[in-house]
């Protein structure tokens, strides 16, 4: 704590230094706690799988093929899962799911004798693995998948054992590029008749997740997959790619069209009415976020320890009816408390706001505000490093002292981490502040000092949760 000390009164002084010692102790061990609460929170989850996706009520097992269970093997490049039975896994279908990245394995005529639903993964690229058990004649097991779109794998079955190696292309981040090939861009189109639609993306980190956005004479229609498409009245019509990657950048490419009743309509009647690319795009992107939320607000409460080493060094020498005080301001450690909006405008990418009070003792209101960018390192899904710098804006009030500070203008820079488990986030960060106060002396007393400012920069060490809109 930063306390007011008068070097006349020592018994205020060693009753001041004696709460310092209580209360630090507590500062410390809050920040510890929250700190361990972060780590419990985000350690690996075990017990029943309860995905409301394939969520079914329970029938009667009577699959002939028994699934033994699951063994997993991390190498340098990927990791590979064999699924293992007592008989050929000949029949199983697999397919792709979204928000989250999920992959699902139906085996057919089987039914599951492992210990566990829910499999704790130590791979980088799969989160957890489920299993249902509750669908007749079929075992299900879902592959959660690190990343915003997935990773990419491949499959292999031999007798008794599907094999399923997932890996990620090691190369340099760079956003997609999507391309629509097919048909050209102004192209005249038969109402009725279909259509090809096919894209192409260089670029980017597989694997993609794409998106086929119809738009135009009152009607909008989306898919998911490329092939033909039939334009059942005469319009003008925009066409968008839209193209995400795992690591969240977005891109997208479209074209206008024609639809007309007679082949011997003219092109040039593309010039009249049409739709606005912008618009369709803008519309298109938006539906995308609402389905891979890349931009979001959160909300975050910090707390911590902040200490600034250089506050003792200003001295304040009164002179009045009672002779002469000496007023410094000793200590110089102080409790924080933030709140912390934030907007995420990219996937490495946030702006901060931070309205944070120094907590130093009942004479002392420190008040701070700081606005910045964060940048965060994509590595882990659940666990990001990150650095951030921000100006700031602070106010000193001292009722013990005679005269006022003038609100000051500063900087700060930090780093930390945060990991993600659903809406919430968990933090700890480092920063340092620099910010100094000027000091105005009253009018109507005699007053010394030794600076004409108290400089208050200092670091902090924070923890911090969040929830996320």
């Known amino acids: 704590m930063i306390l007011f000390g008068l070097h006349q009164e020592k018994a205020q002084e060693k009753l001041l230094h004696t709460a310092i010692f209580r209360i630090k102790p507590f500062l410390t061990s809050s920040c510890l706690a929250a700190f361990i609460v972060s780590v419990l929170f985000l350690h690996p989850a075990t017990g029943l799988c309860n995905d409301e996706v394939f969520a079914l009520q329970d029938e009667k097992f009577t699959g002939s093929t028994i699934i033994t269970g699951l063994t997993q093997k991390n190498t340098e490049d990927g990791t590979t899962i064999k699924i293992n039975a007592d008989s050929n896994l000949k029949d199983y279908k697999t397919f792709d799911l979204f928000n989250p990245p999920r992959l699902v394995v139906d085996v057919f005529d089987s039914r599951f004798q492992g210990k566990e639903d829910l499999y704790k993964s130590t791979s980088d690229l799969i989160k957890k693995v489920c299993v249902e058990r509750t669908h007749q004649d079929k075992t299900r097991l879902v592959f959660y998948l690190a990343g915003v779109t997935g990773v990419l794998y491949t499959f292999d079955q031999r007798d008794n054992t599907i094999i399923i190696d997932f890996y990620q292309e090691k190369q340099p981040d760079s ?18 008749r279909p259509e090809l639609f096919s894209g192409s993306v260089t670029g ?96 975050s409460l910090n707390a911590g320890s902040f ?43 946030r702006l901060d706001l931070f309205l944070g009070q120094f907590f130093v003792n009942k004479d002392t209101d420190l008040f701070f505000l700081s606005s910045g960018p964060r940048f965060i390192f994509l590595t882990k899904q659940w666990m990001k490093p990150y650095v951030r710098c921000a100006a700031v804006y602070g106010r000193l009030d001292c009722t013990k002292m005679p005269g006022k500070f003038k609100n000051s203008y500063g900087w700060e820079y930090g780093y930390g981490i945060i990991a993600s488990r659903s809406s919430l986030e968990f933090g700890v960060e480092f920063f340092y502040r620099d910010i100094s106060f000027d000091y105005e002396a009253p009018l109507t007393l005699t007053v010394d000092t030794n600076h004409d400012y108290i400089d208050f920069s200092g670091y902090s060490v924070c923890a911090s949760i969040a929830y996320r809109f």
């Open 175 to 192: 956003p997609p590029v999507p391309k629509i090939e097919s048909p050209g861009a102004h192209t005249v189109i038969h109402a009725g």
């Open 204 to 299: 980017g980190n597989r694997p993609f997740f794409s998106q086929w956005v119809f738009s135009g004479n009152q009607m909008r229609y989306i898919r998911y997959e490329q092939g033909p498409f039939t334009f059942n009245a005469a319009g003008t019509y925009e066409v968008a790619y839209l193209v995400t990657d795992r690591d969240g950048d977005m891109a997208s490419d479209s074209i206008t069209l024609l639809v007309v009743d007679d082949p011997s309509a003219d092109p040039g009647a593309l010039s009249e009415k049409p739709e606005t690319r912008k618009s369709a795009v803008k519309s298109a992107k938006e539906h995308i976020k609402a389905i891979w939320p890349d931009n979001f607000i959160g909300v």
């Open 307 to 349: 200490v600034a080493g250089n506050t003792e060094d200003f001295v304040l020498i009164t002179t009045g009816d009672h002779g002469q005080e000496t007023l410094t301001l000793t200590g110089r450690n102080s409790s924080v408390l933030a709140i912390n909006p934030s907007l995420k405008v990219a996937s490495c990418l």
